[in-house]
């Protein structure tokens, strides 16, 4: 699934939300009312709004050939 | 040994919420690095290092369902090991901590440091970390043990239950192959890790189902239940199980007293900072 105008929006509140405190105030007090002013998708606002963070995390992964979920090791030092 | 050869690998960590997390030391290692080796768990976490360096190679690439992840993590190796040979200022962006389930990490250290390169690892802030915080746990108080859910139930540990316990990866319980990504497999497991574990624990125990927030707005996933009972959580690739200390053990008399020591003493020492 190719990457959308929307996913990069997405991805970059994301991102802002973790260096800019103005916005993830605004974010806190009213998640889908300041993703919407950020100019996420109607779809987006509604799963901010609705604190659905297993969807919003599918909606950013689904574009990606793939992804790392955990990395294992079982090695010895050799 | 002289360490002069162009080329270099430097292994740093992003951290869990990696737009959180990530250390300015780990941003100033990608920003200057000739290629970046990604391994992130999320979009947030390689749109980050994207923006750092415009030559990233994300390492999840070489994943693939079926494919033994033995195999994929010696190709993640090959592939650093290439790039610094070649000259390159290389950086390899781990989620979490990079010397933490990293074998990319260590391995790739290891070999370019045995041809003469210089090769080295800063930290990040792992799971471990994300568990303290969250949980309120503090391993100076009763100390920690920490395993990975295939070597505690394949090899003959042991456990010491006065210890905070954290098992990784125990949505994987009993995964041999090490080929699939997909929890309900190991279901069934969860009742045999749950057997083992009643040999160190009351079968009403509270054990914790954790699992850290990759995104600043989500919170972290914690689900208490009795160890009787974990046959029946739903944990998923990213799950965490932590056990709680059963208690501190009884005084080692005979130790203390060759400093001197006795318990009243000690005790009074501390003012009441030894917990339960």
Redesign the interface.
Known sequence: MAKTDHTEKL?DY??E???NQDL?DK?NAD?GGTAKAYGLSPGDVHM?SKGQ?DE??AR??A?????????????SED | MSQSKKGSFIAVGTGINVASHITASAQKHIQNADIVFAAQSCSVGMRLIQSLNANVFNLGELYEEGKSRVLTYRQMVEHIVKAVQEGKRVCGAFYGHPGVFVYAAHRAIKQLQQQGFTASMVPGISAEDCVMADLGFDPGNNGLQAIEVTQFLFFKHSINPHHLLIIWQFGLTGDFNFDTLETEKYSDGLAILRDELLAYYPCDHEVILYEAPTLIIEQPRIERMKLNDIEHCKPTVISTLVIPSIGMPEYDHKVMAKFGINAKQLEHNLDGLLED
């Open positions: 991805l994301m991102i939300l973790n260096h993830l974010h998640p901010i963070y919003i995390k950013l992964e574009h990606q050939v793939a992804k790392v979920e955990f990395i294992i090791t079982f090695h």
